[in-house]
């Protein structure tokens, strides 16, 4: 597969989606980001911002509590600042690695029962794991490095003027989509991204490498604004690619036209947005956006809020 694995540091901000009383496994990061455990390990202990991602939430399926970058007892210690209960199991399996003999055995954020007490009245594993639910699957050619920052200076300057008509694209993950897989589940999802790394590489385009200039302002019926490339030429080679894609990848076409854009926000209240067009118009007419054509990424957005980026397919 020819995957590209700086899409690992996706994982850091996807930490942030669990919350104070779950934790997340190492098995569930890589079935999500289809990297090797022990990448997600390797990954994980490279962390030099433990305070911003707090990768001390992933543990073993088994409960135990699993190796931290830093030192065990600071792992322990914020686990149990987060309401955990951890106790050391006696094992002589593991003579020489105390941290694999160390387990979760139950939550108390009332912290008034004892460990017997509470795994005998309240303690039900299934309820503390995060199994995130993955929502509205899709593949599209991110922009990239200092593309992405630049798209973040356009959504600020936009949100100045914001008079809560619009809502932006995401500031960190701006993209071309190149199709949406609704309900999907992650079995189907993982054989649409096999199928797309096996023949991706057999798609005829004039595409691939090339700087690809967004820079033309337009909207879908007033309600989504986004930008295009000028180009007729470049938008016909989207949608050959857009065909082509379908057919290698054995899945059905959409009804809808498809047409190539960067989504800059969605209208909500038309009538306050017509106070503000000018400006806003005004400052999308200041930025243009090169996107390179050298990579897929696969999305999906979790528990129907966040938008985290899962794998990258390269397509040279």
Not at 2 to 15: A, S, T
Not at 51 to 67: A, F, L, Q, R, T
Not at 70 to 95: A, C, G, H, Q, T
């Amino acid at each position: 597969m020819n995957f590209n694995n700086i899409i690992y540091h996706h994982i850091y901000p996807f930490l942030n989606l669990i919350p104070k009383n779950k934790v997340i496994s190492y098995k569930t990061l890589w079935q999500i980001f289809w990297l090797h455990p022990r990448a997600v390990a390797k990954f994980l202990s490279e962390n030099t911002e433990t305070e911003k991602y707090p990768c001390y939430k992933v543990i073993y399926s088994n409960w135990e509590i699993g190796w931290y970058n830093k030192w065990i007892e600071e792992k322990i210690r914020k686990l149990k600042n987060d309401w955990f209960i951890v106790e050391e199991r006696n094992s002589e399996e593991y003579p020489k690695n105390i941290w694999r003999k160390i387990k979760i055995v139950g939550y108390n954020p009332k912290q008034n029962l004892n460990s017997s007490e509470f795994l005998q009245s309240f303690f039900r594993p299934s309820s503390i794991f995060r199994k995130p639910t993955l929502f509205n699957f899709f593949v599209a050619f991110p922009l990239e490095w200092k593309e992405v920052e630049k798209f973040k200076k356009l959504t600020d300057s936009l949100n100045k003027i914001n008079n809560w008509s619009f809502t932006l694209q995401k500031a960190e993950t701006p993209h071309i989509t190149l199709r949406f897989f609704w309900e999907l589940n992650l079995k189907t999802f993982h054989q649409i991204v096999k199928n797309t790394a096996k023949n991706i590489k057999k798609i005829k385009t004039s595409l691939i490498n090339q700087i690809i200039t967004l820079n033309q302002i337009d909207s879908f019926w007033d309600r989504v604004y986004f930008y295009k490339p000028k180009s007729e030429n470049i938008r016909k080679e989207f949608k050959k690619f857009y065909i082509q894609f379908h057919k290698l990848i054995w899945i059905p076409k959409e009804t809808r036209p498809y047409k190539p854009h960067l989504t800059i926000a969605r209208i909500k209240n038309q009538e306050n947005f017509e106070k503000i067009k000018q400006d806003f118009i005004k400052i999308c007419e200041n930025f243009k956006f090169n996107l390179k054509i050298n990579k897929l990424r696969f999305y999906a957005a979790v528990d129907n809020r966040f938008q985290i980026p899962l794998i990258d397919i390269n397509l040279i």
